[in-house]
Every structure is written in structure tokens, then in C-alpha cells.
């Protein structure tokens, strides 16, 4: 009858260890789902913090294009407003310089 008694505990025993080892695999998955979730949360931020970054930079990128398209539409009306005057100026120097060597021309001979 001894006999008996030790089987049954081992059972129990082994019940026992099988119940434990089956709660350490449902703690080690709640775990798992735990870790896995926030990973998740923390890509999901970094994605939405590298989108604000890359919707500042381009908003900043476009200021900075638009800056320079008027700094250089600026500098080409300058450039018109000069072109007039200073071609009536070289065409008023070409007539005299030509006036100037004509007259020279006419002294020499």
C-alpha cells in the first residue's frame, strides 16, 4: 500500500510542476505582449517625430526657395533699372570717343 501512496504523489508532484511551468509560459507571453507593445508605441513615435521633422524641414526648405526667388527677382529689376542708363551711357561714350578721334584726325592732317 505504500506503493500506492508514492505514485500518486508523484503525480501530484509532477501536476504541480507542469501547472507552474505553465503559468511561467503565460507570464513569459504576457511579458512578451508587454515588451512587444511598447516597442511598437516607441516606433510609432519615432515615425510621427521623423514626419514633423520632415513636414518642418520641407515648410523651411520652401521659405528659404521662395527668400531666394525674391532675393533674385530683386536683383534682376536692379539689373533692368541699370541696363537702360548705362547703354545711354556707353552709346553717349562711343560718340565721343569717336568725336574725340575724329577730331584728332582732322588736326593731323
Known sequence: MHEEWSGEGEVGHQDDANRAALQVAEAADRAGAI??????????????????????????????????????????????AIDGPLSQLVSELQREAESLTADFERRDT
Open 35 to 80: 515588451v512587444t507593445e511598447q516597442i511598437r508605441s516607441i516606433i510609432e513615435q519615432a515615425q510621427s517625430g521623423a514626419a514633423q521633422i520632415r513636414e518642418s524641414a520641407e515648410r523651411d526648405a520652401a521659405a528659404i526657395r521662395q527668400r531666394a526667388a525674391e532675393s533674385a527677382s530683386r536683383l534682376l529689376e536692379r539689373i533692368n
